[in-house]
């Protein structure tokens, strides 16, 4: 797919989520930025208004915007692993099953046994399973639940060195360069 074709597709991902921020003024006491984050105009305080709907959303996107940029670039792209209702992973490259996360706050028993569950079956089938994470303020103790269920997990530059590696597209200077152009904004005085 020619450059200006495939950019111009992953910015229709992110003008659908830009909309619907804009028709929703919610949402750590964490000050941190990430790339998506800057892209929409985010700050720490307004994401922290409603940090539930905000990780939701930025998890879609994240999911959406990885699954298709690799759909798009790479040649040994498969789709998500379904088993029944369940979905343990979005998508795949070669040998590797990608599950993407914005970000991995959850450490109730269900998300943990899942991941190592899904781990465990994945290296069982000749496949490593790979966890593409945005944030660096994971719960450590779902971080090594991953771990322990033999994903090799990635995150923040990791995730997009991972990412530029497989697609040859660097995916994170991208975003905080639309970031920069203030295009994806998201304005709470249009919420008010």
Same mark, same amino acid.
């Given at each position: 797919m020619q450059t200006d074709q495939f950019k111009k597709h992953l910015k229709e991902i992110l003008s659908q989520y830009r909309n619907a921020f804009t028709d929703k003024a919610y949402s750590e006491e964490n000050e941190d930025h990430d790339a998506l984050m800057d892209v929409f105009g985010i700050t720490p305080p307004l994401k922290r208004e409603n940090r539930q709907y905000w990780g939701r959303e930025l998890g879609m996107c994240w999911q959406r915007l990885v699954c298709e940029l690799f759909r798009l670039n790479c040649r040994d792209y498969k789709p998500a692993t379904r088993i029944g209702d369940d979905e343990p992973s979005d998508c795949g490259l070669g040998t590797d099953v990608? @599950?993407?996360? /914005? +970000?991995?706050?959850?450490?109730?028993? *269900?998300?943990?046994?899942? =991941?190592?569950? /899904? *781990?465990?079956? =994945?290296? *069982?089938?000749?496949? +490593?399973?790979?966890?593409?994470?945005?944030?660096? @303020?994971?719960?450590? %103790? %779902?971080? *090594?639940?991953?771990?322990?269920g033999g994903w090799t997990v990635l995150t923040g530059d990791h995730? =997009? @060195? /991972?990412i530029q590696a497989k697609? %040859?597209?660097?995916?994170?200077n991208w975003l905080y360069a639309l970031g920069t152009t203030k295009e994806f904004y998201v304005s709470r005085a249009q919420n008010q």
């Open positions: 990608i @599950d993407t996360k /914005y +970000r991995i706050g959850s450490g109730d028993s *269900g998300t943990l046994k899942k =991941f190592k569950q /899904y *781990g465990k079956m =994945f290296l *069982g089938q000749g496949l +490593r399973p790979v966890l593409l994470i945005v944030r660096e @303020d994971n719960l450590p %103790a %779902a971080i *090594g639940a991953c771990k322990v995730t =997009f @060195d /991972y697609s %040859a597209f660097d995916l994170k």
